[in-house]
């Protein structure tokens, strides 16, 4: 071969070995870039906070083993200590079992923390959780999400559970949120406490479930609110939101107050608004306000839009609508370049 020829078929593979490079490299940024537009991956910092809810679960599982519980080993397979009993006197309504282990998975806490950080919400602010206290694991995530962000939660809990929440009459929420403070898992303190029920003034509640909500509440020192009717409850709940200058409101469960009478509530899906039509309650309300709403109902339809298996073991991956398009995309695209791509030129 002459010197010309070699020189002339040198500067051709160098060609084709840069056209490759840059391919490759290309490839890889646009394959990173549909994980992170997925959400399919978490940081080391959102790492730490699912680890940190598993651990509050972990010490709560224990410490209701060992206070004498009533509640059913099987029905908290993955020991979160935040299942209650299946009817008890605290229990206000039927509830799906698979729907409350679901909201303990601590992966709700990275997808609640993300929502604030698209709110801009920040160190200093304060976001109103307004929650039952069906759902125990999913105020839990609520307020560790918050707190992991240096935000103050604006904690009101109604105390009134669906059946398999917080319905243990040993282990009541009040005595599980001070647990919780008492072992660093949280700071907040709850502002104030309803007791749930019907109209969220106690309505369908024995006295026997009363007096436990009563003593409870002393023995944490936190008020208990009841109010006279629904509309009092609305509009209190409402200016807790303007008196406490919160960025958002974050709404766990289904409490009659946060859901109000009009059934148009019923309509808004799961999730993030920011504008919309939320009903009479102070969810609705809240939106007409101008402030962004967290709507924490319908488990199931929730894991599905949002990536987190319903009614599986915690942990660390999400899956979602998004997650599912961006695969799809990913080997599209890798199939294309794997087409083009060549190792040698002849």
């Known amino acids: 071969m002459k010197l010309a020829q070699f020189e002339e078929y040198r500067t051709a593979q160098l060609r084709f070995v840069r056209r490759n490079k840059i391919m490759l ?22 790492l730490r906070l699912m680890e940190r809810v598993r651990s509050a679960q ?44 679901t909201a303990c998975d601590p992966r709700w806490a990275v997808i ?8 801009h919400v920040s160190e200093g602010d304060s976001v109103a959780i ?47 949120e001070r647990k919780l403070r008492t072992e660093g898992f949280i700071r907040c303190k709850a502002l104030f406490y309803t007791p749930g029920g019907n109209y969220e003034t ?39 939101l303007k008196e406490h200058k919160v960025k958002a409101l974050i709404s766990v469960g ?13 309509r808004l899906s799961p999730g993030l608004h920011k504008s919309g039509n939320g009903g009479d309650g102070v969810i609705g309300r809240a939106l007409k306000d101008g402030y962004p ?3 924490l109902l319908n488990i199931k339809g929730l894991s599905a839009e949002y990536g987190v298996p319903f009614d599986a073991a915690p942990g660390t991956l999400l899956y979602g609508k998004r997650t599912v398009g961006a695969a ?4 599209l695209i890798f199939t294309a370049v794997m087409y083009k791509f060549k190792r040698w030129s002849i």
């Open 254 to 266: 289904g409490s009659h107050a946060n859901m109000g009478d009009d059934q148009t509530v019923l």
């Open 130 to 176: 307004f929650t039952s206290s069906s759902f125990p694991g999913m105020a839990l995530n609520a307020i560790t999400a918050l707190e992991s962000l240096n935000v103050t939660p604006v904690l009101v809990v109604s105390l009134g559970s669906s059946v398999w929440g917080a319905n243990d009459p040993l282990f009541p929420w009040p005595t599980i």
């Open 293 to 295: 709403v967290v709507h």
């Open 58 to 101: 972990d010490v709560l599982y224990k410490w209701r083993t060992a206070g004498g519980s009533e509640f059913d080993p099987l029905a908290d397979p993955h020991k979160t200590g935040l299942i209650g009993l299946e009817w008890s006197e605290l229990s206000t309504t039927v509830g799906l079992l698979e729907a409350k282990r």
């Open 202 to 240: 106690g309505g369908g509640l024995s006295e026997e479930a009363r007096a436990i909500f009563r003593a409870s509440a002393n023995d944490v020192g936190v008020p208990l609110v009841i109010k006279q009717n629904l509309e009092e409850v609305i509009s209190w709940k409402s200016s807790l």
């Open 112 to 119: 609640i923390r993300r929502w604030m950080e698209s709110l």
């Open 328 to 331: 799809i995309v990913g080997v």
């Open 25 to 46: 490299v290309t490839l890889a940024l646009v394959l990173l870039a549909l994980v992170v537009w997925s959400g399919g991956g978490v940081t080391r910092q959102e």
